[in-house]
């Protein structure tokens, strides 16, 4: 009996992991009054499109993102 290479799982259409740009996320997942997250400072539309930006879009996400957080 023959045993062939592993069968890969097909690569996902979008990813949260970039090498290049980690997530903000710290797991603290609540929305303020201006809908946007007291953990990771990101506003909820920014968090919705995390998962297809690419990773330059990301990195302005992630600066918006330390922006709101100095302005507390």
């Known amino acids: 009996m023959t045993t062939g290479a592993p069968v890969k799982a097909p ?6 992991v970039s090498p290049a740009v980690p997530s903000p ?20 539309e920014d968090i919705r499109e995390w998962r297809s930006a690419s990773d330059q879009r990301r990195r302005e996400i992630v600066q918006q993102a330390t922006d709101r957080q100095a302005q507390c």
Request: charge should be positive.
């Open 11 to 16: 690569k996902p259409l979008f990813s949260n």
């Open 25 to 44: 996320c710290i797991s603290v997942c609540r929305l303020d009054e201006h809908k946007v997250c007291t953990g990771c400072y990101r506003h909820v």
